[in-house]
């Protein structure tokens, strides 16, 4: 089997859900934004980043998106919605959110995730946490939500498809577990 460091930086990569207070530095953000800027794409204008290191704003994020949760036809939603303790962003200090042109003239989904993937395995490769975050995007639904894509600075026309949080992780091994067998076939 092949082994290199980009290799080992995929298959050690976990999703994180408990983060120390301090802020990341400077220099691993923007490494990470680079690697963002570096993933495949369909339209080279079709992506946006949206950094948000202000605990006061991720805190009406994560309220915003409960909220929205509470509306929801699925009950588990609803559950995370009303539980006073969840909090969406596991209390990261960062979140970055990367949003798609919506006037492209291709699905930009995928670029979007792409820049995403990329942004986690550099914060892995640097030794930071991260965890992919749906949940959040739920706050731009929300009554506020005009209101927060305004105040974040999201261009008009773009939408929010992933986002992100990133910190210093407080536990340093994360169990990998195997991988379902029979997941790969075969056609040669």
């Known amino acids: 089997m092949i082994a290199n460091e980009t290799l080992k930086i995929i298959k050690q990569r976990r999703s994180i859900r408990s983060f120390k207070d301090e802020q990341i530095r400077e220099e691993e953000l923007q490494a990470m934004l680079e690697a963002g800027l570096y993933a495949p794409y369909a339209w080279e204008q079709g992506r946006h980043f949206t ?33 006073e303790k969840f909090n969406c962003l596991y209390d990261a200090p960062t979140l970055i959110i ?62 929010p498809y992933y986002s992100a949080v990133f910190g210093y992780k407080k536990a340093a091994a994360v169990n990998v577990p195997d991988r379902k067998p029979n997941l790969i076939t075969y056609v040669r």
């Open 51 to 83: 950094v948000i290191q202000n605990k006061k704003l991720l805190d009406r994020l994560n309220l915003a998106a409960k909220e929205a949760a509470k509306q929801m036809d699925m009950e588990h939603f609803r559950n995370l919605g009303n539980n």
């Open 98 to 159: 990367v949003s798609g042109n919506e006037q492209a003239p291709i699905p930009l989904e995928a670029d979007c995730a792409a820049a995403t993937e990329n942004l986690l395995l550099a914060a892995e490769s640097m030794g930071l946490g991260s965890c992919w975050i749906f949940f959040v995007l739920l706050a731009f639904n929300s009554p506020q939500g005009s209101e927060l894509r305004k105040e974040l600075k999201i261009p008009d026309g773009y939408k």
